[in-house]
């Protein structure tokens, strides 16, 4: 399973990577932003290892796509703009933009997320998902989502976009 990471970034990292051919923004985001983000700017980065998958489908309706689920708790992870992913010659790697309008909607949202609503999304998870479903997995993606919420909240306050980022 693969890794995710979050990162806040000025509206024109986003066109930087608007700007690259599909093929070479996912070599952008491993070899230039993660360096630089971990590095210098940790506080705009949010590590969600494996979790970003249950966390998605515990927020949307319990299955791996793009617009499944309600917004705004449905655009936590794969929402946005989808910047990198075709489901064919692109497959290797995701990368989506959320503007910092919706950010600032996702972090009221998350906000207010409660554990309880969030087992009671973890329970509609589909027979996709690569992990057996368990207590110890859910209290996994709940911590993570949990440190994740600093991280959008700061995003929103400066007023950053935020991207998801995962390699396949």
């Known amino acids: 399973m693969s890794l995710g990471v979050l990162f806040a970034v000025p509206e024109e990292t986003v066109e930087h990577i608007r700007s690259l ?7 952008y985001i491993s070899e230039e932003l993660e360096e630089l983000y ?10 969600l290892d494996k979790s970003w998958d249950a966390i998605h489908r515990a927020l949307t309706d319990g299955s ?8 705004p ?19 290797d790697y ?3 933009a959320k503007p910092p309008e919706q950010t ?14 969030f087992r009671r999304g973890y329970r509609l998870i589909d027979e996709s998902y690569p992990e057996p479903l368990s207590d110890e997995d859910m209290e996994y993606s709940w911590e ?8 959008f909240r700061h995003a929103a306050k400066m007023g950053l976009w935020v991207l998801f980022t995962a390699d396949q």
Do not use: H, S
């Not at 700017?41 to 949010?46: H, L, N, S, V, W």
């Not at 600032?104 to 609503?117: D, F, H, Q, Y």
């Open 64 to 71: 791996l796509c793009f617009d499944c689920g309600g917004y």
């Open 38 to 47: 971990f590095e210098d700017y940790p506080e705009r980065t949010a590590e």
């Open 144 to 151: 993570y989502l949990q440190d994740a919420v600093p991280f």
């Open 21 to 27: 051919p599909m093929a070479e923004r996912p070599r």
């Open 73 to 91: 708790l449905g655009g936590v992870i794969l929402g946005g703009e989808l910047l990198y992913y075709d489901g064919e010659e692109f497959d």
């Open 94 to 96: 995701i990368i989506t």
């Open 104 to 117: 600032a909607r996702l972090t009221e949202e998350l906000e207010g997320l409660t554990k309880a609503k």
